[in-house]
């Protein structure tokens, strides 16, 4: 798939942040070597981070959102976008998965309530479920992690422009510790989350002796009741696994039952 830019034109581009840190758009700057031979490809319309500037007029070829959706107000705002854009990439945990932001899933309106009283519209407007970008609107691409590894962003923008034949992984973390002959930190009793979790880092966090806690998402190819049964024969248990799935994965539709209590 490619985003079909205008035949002979410079591609148009336009990064957006929602609920998120920002970290990712950040991360991006940190491609410092390459980053003036990456905006010379494109035409930059407008980017958040570096930015105070209204949005832009017009249509354009590529969107990139960092964060996920949390207001009527941002959903709206992916909509119009979408609208505009000829392809849409979804960039870090928050836009992929929900992310940090989508920890507050789980009886969401109390939440709320808790921390902002009878003053919640006030405080921030037309509050709503946090969830990924595509829970809203259609995504092309896809760029995982918290936060993105520059060199990924700038291989999906590519993809997005130019086209590419590459398959996007869907296999699960293990394998890449495998091949990188890493020892499984199941058997120091903690909680990796890499047999649930998709592949595409490297393992770098288990080659630096850290577990995954799962921040590029839950892969399609997960067989969690299995992963489940794994946690509780190695003694550290189902539900301690569960727990840590949720802190970037609570809105997944993966995890049944559903968690957020709310349609």
């Known amino acids: 798939m490619e985003c ?6 410079i591609p148009r581009v336009v990064v957006l942040g929602l609920a998120s840190c920002f970290g990712c758009q950040l991360q991006i700057t940190n491609a410092e070597s390459h980053l003036l031979d990456i905006v010379g490809q494109i035409d930059l319309r407008y980017w958040q981070l570096a930015s ?4 832009p007029e017009g249509d354009v070829d590529v969107v990139v959102v960092e964060g996920a959706v949390t207001t009527e107000e941002s959903a709206e705002t992916v909509r119009r976008w979408r609208e505009r ?4 990439i ?3 945990a928050c836009a992929v998965c929900g992310g940090i932001p989508g920890m507050a899933a789980r009886d969401f309106g109390e939440r709320a309530q808790a921390v902002y009283g009878s003053d919640v519209p006030q405080a921030c407007g037309a509050m709503c479920v946090p969830r990924p970008v595509s829970a809203v609107v259609d995504v092309d691409f896809e760029v995982r992690a918290c936060p993105i590894d520059p060199a990924d962003f700038v291989a999906v923008l590519q993809h997005a422009i130019y086209g590419s034949n590459a398959n996007v992984q869907t296999d699960t973390m293990c394998g890449s510790c495998k091949r990188n002959e890493d020892g499984c930190l199941w058997r120091e009793g903690k909680v990796c989350l890499g047999l649930a979790t998709v592949a595409g880092c490297g ?6 002796g850290r577990e995954c806690n799962g921040c590029r998402g839950l892969s399609p190819n997960a067989n969690l009741v299995a992963a489940r049964a794994f946690a509780d024969r190695t003694g550290v248990g189902a539900e301690r696994f569960d727990e840590a799935l949720e802190m970037f994965n609570l809105v997944n539709p993966l995890l049944a039952p559903s968690t957020t209590g709310e349609e």
């Open 203 to 208: 393992a770098k966090c288990v080659q630096l």
């Open 52 to 55: 105070s500037a209204p949005e």
């Open 85 to 88: 854009a000829k392809c849409v």
């Open 4 to 9: 079909q830019t205008r035949r002979n034109a």
């Open 90 to 92: 979804a960039m870090g």
